[in-house]
């Protein structure tokens, strides 16, 4: 596990953070606030444009702009931009766009509409040509409750022998299936956990880090479990896992972006409400929220 760590060429806890919105329009004042503040945090960056920024309710423009004003704010965070789109050309275009913006790295969706046909060899072509076209690394993303996709352990692992492809962000659940990725490919291949709920039995079977919806919220308190756990201080670290699974479930199956965004305005972050058609999070949730929010 320490070859992997020492290996890896991105690491640590990163934030998918959500896009805040005045009435319809993208909040980039508020967007800069909360930068700010996750910037005093020990996040190691930021992930704009993933599931939790409602990157499928932005059009190309607001996609464009988010990306450079995430970039051009972020501090001393690392940018990691969301760029999967349904065709193999727009997806290389608006990679190449984080780029030139400054993202560090792009993290690629499985184009998923014509699930059907997604094949691993159409997979595979998809995956290759972006990372061919791209100045940046690339980091797959599998996030199977959404897409209905599931990129299995022998398909990651031909993805990883492209040297621009160097890791990904696994929100499948399926832990052994981390373990299999984790064992299949190389060491400096980064393996993330996409939820807070599974990091610590992530981090046991090698992973390097994690992109987590609770680390919008919480960020010091994930950093520690992924610390404790180095430091081999297991009890604390699964003790931590515990703690937080309530809250992550909270902001993730159990309300979504809806409740992520009101657990924002809670701690004093700009969260607002999500773009139509999602719901805002209702009364019940924001007290149970209150709640959980309290134990931390």
Request: aromatic fraction near 8%; hydrophobic fraction near 45%.
């Amino acid at each position: 596990m320490e070859d992997r760590w020492r290996d890896a060429p991105i690491k640590g806890i990163y934030a998918p953070i959500p896009t805040p919105f005045v009435g319809d329009e993208v909040d980039f004042a508020g967007m800069k606030e909360n930068l700010r503040k996750w910037g005093n945090t020990r996040l190691a960056g930021v992930v704009v444009l993933g599931t939790n920024g409602e990157f499928v309710y932005l059009d190309e423009g607001e996609r464009r702009a988010l990306i450079d004003y995430v970039c051009e704010h972020a501090g001393n965070l690392s940018v990691v931009a969301g760029t999967g789109c349904e065709s193999t050309g727009a997806t290389v275009a608006l990679s190449r766009h984080a780029a030139g913006a400054g993202a560090q790295a792009v993290l690629v969706l499985t184009p998923h509409y014509y699930k059907g046909q997604m094949t691993a060899e159409a997979l595979k072509k998809h995956f290759f040509t972006v990372a061919d076209a791209c100045e940046v690394p690339v980091i797959l993303y599998n996030m199977p409750a959404n897409t209905g996709l599931n990129m299995d352990a022998g398909l990651v692992s031909s993805l990883a022998e492209h040297e621009n492809i160097i890791g990904i962000k696994d929100s499948s659940g399926d832990i052994v299936q981390i373990g299999e990725i984790v064992a299949r490919t190389p060491p400096e291949f980064a393996v993330f956990a996409g939820s807070g709920s599974f990091l610590f039995p992530a981090l046991a079977l090698g992973a390097v880090g994690g992109t987590l919806a609770v680390a919008n919220l919480i960020p010091d308190v994930c950093v520690d479990l992924m610390d404790t756990f180095r430091r081999g201080e297991f009890d604390r670290a699964a003790a931590l896992q515990r703690k937080i699974l309530p809250l992550n479930h909270a902001v993730t199956r159990g309300g979504g972006v809806a409740a992520l965004k009101a657990a924002l305005d809670l701690i004093g972050y700009v969260g607002g409400d999500p773009r139509p058609p999602l719901l805002p999070a209702t009364k019940q949730q924001r007290e149970e929220l209150k709640r959980l929010l309290a134990d931390f």
